[in-house]
């Protein structure tokens, strides 16, 4: 019984640890001698065994460590090209602009931002949180973009009016670098930019932290 309820914190000490524990460590801490740490360890492996955990103890550079099965590796790979798939600050904002804006042209995209948006876009539309949405009748017919279900999906959204609603321009603030002109013609809003085209007014970083940790709530997007 007592081996049993020690695999809880030999379990727990691995977990944190995240690197090989030495059996002078885990004596000490367990406060058990070697022929009973011997005894756990070996219970604590059959145990992950019979649980069918994607874990297991692996013995390594003198130490015990808890590491993913073998079979397991094709998920773990599946999950660092997700993590590679993070959004940057300015791909984020450019989302949000499409979001609340759609349907929206690149030249629109980049009148607000105030800077290229190219890359952005084209990082969206691979993951495919946006799309062509058209073409917007005006002269050179500029294609419009407006996102898509998985985009929805990645905010648990029912339908675009489901989107909180937008400060109103005048309770934007002016924030380091960064300059919001009111246009009074069509109540868009110019950004001017002295130093990093990167530069985010706090409103525009607030829902760009948003929007990442909705992104990072779905561990894949196909």
Known sequence: MFMEEMQAPLEALLFVRGEPVTAVQLREILQIDEESLAELLALYAKTLEERGSGLMLHRVAGGFQLVTRPE??????????????????????????????????KQEIERIRGVRVERALQKLLEMELIEEAGRKPVLGRPILYGTTDVFLKCFGLNALSDLPALPALEEVAEEGDVQIELLAADGEAQIEEEESPEALTEDGAERAGEIDDALHTEENID
């Not at 998920?75 to 940057?88: G, I, S």
């Open 72 to 105: 397991c590796h094709v998920y773990v790979q599946k999950l660092a090209e997700v993590q590679d798939r993070k959004l940057t600050t300015p791909t984020l904002e450019t989302l949000s602009i499409v979001a609340f804006k759609q349907p929206i042209t």
